[in-house]
């Protein structure tokens, strides 16, 4: 019996139908392959490739690492204006995540990029940034930070040569007249640390405040030790860091790279940090161009 064209032609159909059910039942799904990728390992969650593969991650310009801080780049972040020379704290920095990341001094790239633009919102043209920036949830909300790369202290700044410069306590500042800027961890630490016997001078703008320490209408004014830096060195020459305080508990106030925001560059870039951190290349960056550059002793 011969059986009809078109009933022969449902069979195979059918016939071929369950076969392929069959084997697309037993083929790893890509819902399942995605699923099972780790997440913040570096993994691409489609094709299971390394995007943090070292030298061939996904940067601004394929090969090179692209690293952007402001102009002036001051001491002790950096040494002589020149990021590009490896000295100086920062410039040390990029150079050893840049390496933990597969790229030789030669593939990486210097941009100029002012302070505040940084971490605003809107596309970056740099890979990562480093120019002190402190990591908080505000600026989260624009940008990726990396881990923290350095651990925040506020400072206490005197003239030259004065009783305030003299201290070497937290004991030593309380019958001084201190000022700060106006919302600051400054300003809490003159309240809540030093305990003055008297009002702390509170300013609008660290400039004012700058200005009172210029014109002897304080003896000594509080700022995180990178503002310190900076005012030492660039704006107020004759004054010097007295010394820092200790971190008063809690998670300690923070620098990160700065990445752009949903950065694929994130998590590869964390991981380098985390790795310098632990190994002790960062303690020994920190103590070569920070330690011994600007002498500031811990205030107890």
Not at 41 to 68: F, I, M, Q, R, Y
Not at 96 to 123: C, H, I, M
Not at 136 to 155: C, P, T
Request: proline share 5%.
């Amino acid at each position: 019996m011969h059986i009809a064209p078109r009933v022969l032609r449902r069979a195979l159909a059918g016939a071929t139908v369950a076969l392929l059910a069959t084997a697309v039942g037993c083929a790893p799904q890509p819902e399942e392959k995605a699923a099972s990728a780790p997440s913040g390992t570096g993994a691409d969650a489609a094709s299971g490739a390394n995007v943090c593969a070292e030298g061939k991650l996904a940067t601004e310009t394929a090969g090179k690492l692209t690293v952007a801080t402001d102009e002036p780049a001051y001491e002790p972040w950096f040494k002589d204006g020149k990021p590009s020379n490896g000295k100086g704290f920062e410039s040390a920095v990029a150079y050893a995540v840049a390496e933990q990341l597969g790229y030789d001094r030669s593939a990486v790239v210097w941009q100029s990029v002012p302070f505040n633009k940084a971490f605003a919102p809107g596309a970056k043209t740099f890979d990562f940034d480093i120019n002190q920036v402190s990591i908080s949830d505000e600026r989260k909300k624009a940008v990726d930070f990396s881990s923290g790369y350095y651990d925040v202290r506020q400072a206490v700044i005197a003239l030259k040569g004065t009783k305030a410069a003299k201290a070497k306590s937290v004991a030593d500042l309380k019958g001084l007249k201190l000022g700060a800027q106006v919302g600051t961890t400054s300003l809490d630490y003159i309240d809540d640390v030093v305990k003055p016997t008297g009002q702390p001078a509170v300013y609008a703008k660290n400039d004012q405040a700058k200005s009172a320490l210029k014109n002897g209408q304080v003896d000594a004014i509080v700022t995180d030790l990178p503002t310190a830096f900076y005012i030492t060195a660039a704006e107020v020459t004759d004054a010097e860091i007295v010394g820092q305080f200790e971190n008063q508990g809690g998670t300690p106030e923070q620098f990160g790279l700065v990445l752009d925001k949903g950065s694929a560059l994130t998590s590869c870039v964390s991981a380098a940090v985390d790795a310098l951190r632990a190994d002790g290349t960062l303690a020994k960056i920190e103590q070569e161009w920070l330690s011994d550059a600007v002498d500031a002793p811990v205030l107890k």
